[in-house]
Antibody, heavy 120, light 109 residues
Framework: QLQLQESGPGLVKPSETLSLTCAVSGGSISTNSHYWGWIRQPPGKGLEWIGSVSYSGKTYYKTSLKSRVTISVDTSKERFSLNVNPVTASDTGVYYC????????????WGQGTLVTVSS | QSVLTQPPSASGTPGQRVTISCSGSSSNIENNYVFWYQQLPGTAPKLLIYRNNQRPSGVPDRFSGSKSGTTASLSITGLRSEDEADYYCATWDNSLSGLFGGGTKLTVL
């Protein structure tokens, strides 16, 4: 069974870069028809799709975040990453990594989520 | 405010049927698949319905999805206390972006 685990700093200063990594186990990140995505949830609010990457490195980003977000995949280490730069307080929230099959929003497997706070 | 509109809350008593709507437009719901997620308190979301009306293995058949025009719906029959959670719809938008609805908090009275 596929397992995903987020890791990265829990506190980031405004105007700096938020960097998170998602480690994939129980399956290969190089599986065709799989997409690897990031979703976030501000405290007490709803879900927001950030973007996804295929195993070949093709990326898909939320239009309004495209200028600040980079998602990449490292098949040799079975992990994918998220960078958001620059960050503001509105980027505070729980960040989830997830695996999608056949469709970018068919998110079958999720990490437990990691809280990132943007504050000086 | 989300492009996909869901009622902020819904409620029902055990055994009842509850329906949660998700309203969009011709640039998203009408021409794309709809997905539904269940988020229990303090946990990651779980895929409940994919491609409008398909259930992943392990999801009870009490949960069903449908779509008509620019509105999608999630129905739960035989409501149980463990169904108390937040429910989100999701779909693709023709602006090449994924969208989630604002979420509906379901209370089992």
């Amino acid at each position: 069974q596929l397992q995903l685990q987020e890791s990265g700093p829990g506190l980031v200063k405004p105007s700096e870069t938020l960097s998170l990594t998602c480690a994939v186990s129980g399956g290969s990140i190089s599986t065709n028809s799989h997409y690897w995505g990031w979703i976030r949830q501000p405290p007490g609010k709803g879900l927001e799709w950030i973007g996804s990457v295929s195993y070949s490195g093709k990326t898909y980003y939320k239009t309004s975040l495209k200028s600040r977000v980079t998602i990449s995949v490292d098949t040799s280490k079975e992990r994918f990453s998220l960078n958001v730069n620059p960050v503001t307080a509105s980027d505070t929230g729980v960040y989830y990594c997830a695996s999608a099959v056949d469709h970018l929003l068919q998110l079958h497997s999720w990490g437990q989520g990691t809280l990132v706070t943007v504050s000086s | 405010q989300s492009v996909l509109t869901q009622p902020p809350s819904a409620s029902g008593t055990p055994g009842q049927r509850v329906t949660i709507s998700c309203s969009g437009s011709s640039s998203n719901i009408e021409n794309n698949y709809v997905f539904w997620y269940q988020q229990l308190p303090g946990t990651a979301p779980k895929l409940l319905i994919y491609r409008n009306n398909q259930r992943p293995s392990g999801v009870p058949d009490r949960f069903s999805g449908s779509k008509s025009g620019t509105t999608a719906s999630l129905s739960i029959t035989g409501l149980r206390s463990e169904d108390e959670a937040d429910y989100y719809c999701a779909t693709w938008d023709n602006s090449l972006s994924g969208l989630f609805g604002g979420g509906t908090k379901l209370t089992v009275l």
